[in-house]
């Protein structure tokens, strides 16, 4: 069973491959637990991989990653990612149902978590917020691509 579940899995990362080098902007939804964290990492890494942005792939999925934990910690909906190549930009965007916008905490040291939006901002060349009609919000970041050589 172990071989077969590795099999479709490997099917599943070929077909979203295939499905981001048809596209320079892919969203994908989630369901709003533990687990689609890292399904959402892996789903910014495939769309990355697919349009060989390999030099910003690190950070935006470290970026991805702190958002989509938000979502799932304090919106507790589902939520969406979206990925859009833009040169000379890449623009990733994590929208949720809820309504409340996300603060970026004072640095503490004492403090055991709230560092995410601050590594965002330290990390992305802009980020920011916007309210979905019909509820929700979008939290994106933006880093630059490098340039063609």
Same mark, same amino acid.
């Given at each position: ?31 709003? $637990? @533990? ?15 697919? *349009?060989? &942005? ?7 999925? &470290?970026? $991805?990653?702190?958002? $989509? $934990? ?16 833009? +040169? @000379? ?12 916008? @996300?603060?970026?905490? @004072? ?9 995410? &939006?601050?590594?965002?901002?330290? &990390?992305?060349?802009? *980020? ?11 939290? *994106?970041?933006?880093?630059?691509? +490098?340039?063609?050589?």
């Amino acid at each position: 069973m172990g071989s077969e579940h590795q099999g479709r899995k490997r099917a599943g990362r070929a077909r979203l491959r295939q499905e981001v080098v048809l596209s320079s902007r892919i969203e994908k939804e989630f369901v709003g $637990t @533990p687990a689609a964290v890292r399904q959402a990492r892996a789903f910014v890494e495939a769309a990355l991989a697919a *349009w060989d &942005l390999d030099d910003v792939a690190e950070v935006a999925v &470290l970026l $991805t990653s702190e958002l $989509t $934990t938000n979502a799932v910690r304090h919106a507790r909906t589902t939520f969406t990612v979206a990925v859009a190549c833009r +040169p @000379p930009e890449l623009l990733v965007e994590v929208g949720d149902g809820s309504d409340a916008l @996300p603060v970026q905490r @004072p640095k503490s040291v004492r403090s055991e978590g709230g560092r995410g &939006l601050q590594l965002v901002a330290a &990390l992305a060349r802009s *980020w920011g917020t916007r309210r979905r009609r019909g509820g929700g919000k979008v939290v *994106w970041f933006q880093l630059d691509l +490098p340039a063609a050589a």
